[in-house]
């Protein structure tokens, strides 16, 4: 095994942005990831975190509703490491806690030596339904976007590559974070686990980055032939496209990360993983020649984008072959959930 040098890859370029509109342009255009220093570099969140850890923790512990905060805890053996364990369960425990209680515990942690302390992550914290004050406080024009706002808090911490199918603006409120970057192309090269039991939703990277093992994963060398890396402080934003892959690291001994997750496509249109998961379930089985009539008619019917196999039919009569609107996948939704229930 080896160890990645993050300095040895490519950085990601870095875009100056000089208002709102600027923004939202490279937004709607940009397909692949860019940094802007200083983006939010003036949010009260920023300016607290530039004061210390505990400050920070105590303008959000001030903030946060009086309701229970899910964290995640291991122990320091992990070194950071939200992961599998043996068995392919997961290597952390969950826990429900009130957040000044949970601060309290970084508090605690502040003067051991940094291998003895436990790992603890709060993530994708929804912002809205935890805090009073902290969106309208520290916010961001994105112009037409409705994001879903979210926080996410920890120490020292790696977490493992995976993709979202949102957009993703990644903003530094506290302490460092490093982001290594694969364009979407990539994931054979990145050794996914199962996409049906993972750590947090979405399949992740089974290549330890802090110590990559070739032999076991010789293609991952040409995912890191692509690879990009940022690493981002207090303020620094990171726009991360819709299925990039991306492994985070919390390089501080306190780091707090708050993104916006937004859909550029309707939302009527659903979420791919699940037409995987059902072709798999379908599909992914069946004999050789016919696995290979269904990757046929999936290309004429979806990835051409389905124009030949329309063109020759009467408007009014196209049903689903037409472009979707809210009410066409509206019954196609009830149409699935009848048969997936038969």
Known sequence: MAELAPAALPPVRELKVTDAAALDALLASEETPFVVRGLVADWPLVQAARQGDRAVRAYLADKARPIDFTVSMAGPDIGGRLFYDDAMGVNFRMGKGRLPDIFAGFDKAENLPADQVPTVYLGSVDVHQFFDGVAQDNGLDLGARTPLLSLWIGNATRIA????????????????????????????????????????????????????????????????????????????????????????????????????????????????????????????????????????????????????????VPAQGQGVLAPLDAQSAARMHQFLLRSLSQ
């Open 161 to 312: 590559a995976h993709n979202d199918f949102p957009d993703n603006l990644a903003c530094v409120v506290a302490g460092r974070r490093r982001f290594t970057l694969f364009p979407p192309d990539q994931f054979a090269n990145l050794y996914l686990g199962p996409i049906d039991i993972t750590p947090a939703g979405r399949p992740i990277s089974m290549v330890d980055f802090a110590a990559p093992d070739f032999t076991r994963h010789p293609r991952f060398r040409e995912a890191l032939g692509q690879a990009q890396v940022a690493e981002l402080e207090p303020g620094d934003a990171l726009f991360i496209p819709s299925l990039w892959y991306h492994h985070v690291e919390g390089l501080a001994r306190f780091n707090i990360l708050m993104n916006y997750w937004w859909r550029d496509s309707p939302r009527y249109l659903g979420q791919p993983n699940n037409a995987l998961h059902h072709a798999i379930m379908t599909i992914r089985d069946l004999p050789d020649h016919e696995r290979a009539v269904w990757r046929a008619m999936f290309d004429h019917y979806v990835f051409s984008g389905g124009a030949d196999a329309r063109d020759h």
